[in-house]
């Protein structure tokens, strides 16, 4: 099996789309990546993960950065998804100058307005796994903004909807 035929295959597993986001110090520069790899691990504690790629930014940060939030993307925030997902380029402040977001409450870090819900979370532990780390994160706090709209999916490498 190659690695074309590998990603071929996972890439017809539908997933949601988020935005992790986390503030790094010393500057407080927010930090954003889109992901795909993401899902509930536990009811009981709450806990949740996210695969990041190893040596990426958010990989390094929340290595370092125990807290960091979470936004399920909406299909109508394709865009959103789309800038934050943008190989090579460095996540700032510019890149969040036109999103609506608020700050979470424990963790400080950037939610998305219209987000279907968003989460903060502390990391309770890393594991490498292959060109991956997977960080598994107890959830501190949820909203549930209302009304509910329809989920942005990633499926056959392309940003799609439910019909």
């Known amino acids: 099996m190659s690695n074309d035929e590998f990603r071929a295959a996972m890439s017809r597993l539908a997933a949601g789309v988020v935005l992790v986001t ?3 110090p010393p500057m407080d520069e927010d930090v954003g990546m889109t992901a795909t790899a993401f899902m509930s691990v ?14 990426s930014r958010m ?15 909406a299909e109508s925030q ?9 190989k090579g380029r460095v ?4 890149l ?4 609506p977001y608020t700050r979470g409450e424990v963790s400080g870090a950037p939610l998305v307005g219209g987000a279907l ?14 060109d991956h780390t997977l960080v598994i994160g107890r959830v501190l706090t949820v909203a549930l903004p209302s009304p509910q709209g329809a989920p942005l999916l990633y499926y056959r490498s392309r940003y799609r909807h439910l019909a």
């Open 42 to 55: 536990s009811l009981d504690p709450p806990l949740v993960m996210v695969s990041l790629r190893n040596g």
């Open 117 to 130: 819900t968003t989460l903060e979370c502390r990391t309770e532990r890393r594991v490498e796994a292959g």
């Open 22 to 24: 986390a503030v790094e």
């Open 78 to 86: 394709r865009h959103i998804a789309g800038r934050f997902a943008m």
């Open 96 to 99: 969040f100058a036109d999103i």
């Open 91 to 94: 996540s700032d402040r510019l």
């Open 59 to 73: 990989d390094d940060l929340l290595a370092e950065q125990p807290l960091w939030g979470v936004s399920v993307l």
